[in-house]
């Protein structure tokens, strides 16, 4: 491969919350400290342990290099980066600028989404496993948290959605919105078309707003594709406000640069100034030119090996579960670099809990999250975005010191 994806890199100390803030309790999921004699193996917060594209960092230094950094407007490079990027594959075909708005993180954007869709006390329905961050998004703004649960599907091992559960739901519960994840995650689904359209007409059918978090649409593996939402019909066009960013794709959180797609004149009218209202929506001007660098043609080459290498990762941690350790179900997926295990039969099995099985795999430095926080009752969530040989020694110590 032109990069590299096999150096571990040291990240102690270099402002990396998967390493740094391990035994602290600021967003109270931290995994504990290891025992002595175990280092720590960051598999929980979702950014990855591989150094990013060389043309972001290429980017940055060349701007930083001029020594003002004084209030700036954003570019025409900056938008047309965007509309290129997005264009690729064939959709947003009729993108354009006026379609895109910065916003600081997609929490942001979903925050201000919701305070002008909804009302405190409404109903907001989501799937379930959950993106543990919409649960505050919701329930943070005084909104309540409504979950139609995927489905697993043991014939071909994929979480899908449940039509009839999703209809029921936003008719019993008067629900005008729905937070939508696309890829998904935790599961790592990659939605087809099919699901996609009837997804949409069940919104449609209600008459909902679709808030729809497509950060993982450039994490999907080869031979699969994102579909964006907006695509599937006119209605989803129309009442889908869509958030996008480089910073998973290129592990830009730090940098925060995110945005979003919104055609509906009106839905990104009410939505934006929502933003402005608090006066925090405004991007860094290092961030702008890390998204021009990451959205270039080397950006392009570097994803797709990133990809492979990703795909490698999931595929081979799905087999060294199946052969390793018996009791735990999981799925391939199409997408992310998220895996998520369900511990169910296993503790069954053992007599042990989940809250005894999430300490040991800490105790010995495999930094799983708990999949509780998830809507998983007896699940953990698995970061693979790591050099394999990291993932190899995370893997063998929970053979090893944790199902036993």
Known sequence: MKYDFETIVDRTGKDAAAYDMVGKFKWGVEPSSPDEGFDFIPLWVADMNFATCPAVTREIIKRAEHPLFGYFDYSDEYYQSIIEWRRFGGYHKDLA??????????????????????????????????????????????????????????????????????????????????????????????WTREELEQAAAVFEANDVTVISDEIWADLVFPGCEHI???????????????????????????????????????????????????????????????LIGAYSEEGREWVNELMQVIEGNVRWAYD?????????????????????????????????????????GWKVGVGWQDGRQFEGLCHVRLNLASPRKLLEEAFDRMKRYVFI
């Open 228 to 290: 964006p939402l907006q695509s599937v019909s006119t209605w989803a066009k129309e009442h889908t406000a869509a958030a996008y960013a480089p910073s998973k794709t290129f592990n830009l959180a730090g940098l925060v640069s995110s945005y979003h797609i919104i055609y509906n004149d009106w839905l990104r009218k009410i939505i934006t100034e929502q933003g402005k209202k608090t006066s925090y929506n405004e991007m860094n001007v290092l961030s702008m030119h890390a």
């Open 320 to 360: 060294y579960i199946t052969e390793n350790i018996p009791g735990v179900k999981t799925s391939i997926g199409e997408g992310t670099y998220m895996m998520f295990l369900d511990l169910t039969e296993y503790c069954r099995n053992s007599g042990r809990d989940i809250d005894e099985m999430i300490r040991a």
């Open 97 to 190: 600028k006026e379609h895109i708005g910065y916003e600081n993180g997609v929490h942001g954007f979903i925050s201000s989404a919701v305070q002008v869709l909804t009302e405190p006390g409404d109903c907001i329905l989501l799937h379930s496993p959950v993106y543990v961050g919409f649960r505050s998004d919701v329930e943070g703004l005084g909104r309540r948290s409504v979950y139609s649960p995927l489905v697993f599907d043991e014939g071909d091992g994929r979480w899908r959605m449940d039509l009839d559960d999703m209809d029921r739901k936003i008719k019993e519960n008067d629900i005008k919105v729905v937070i939508f994840c696309s890829p998904h995650n935790p599961t790592g689904r990659v």
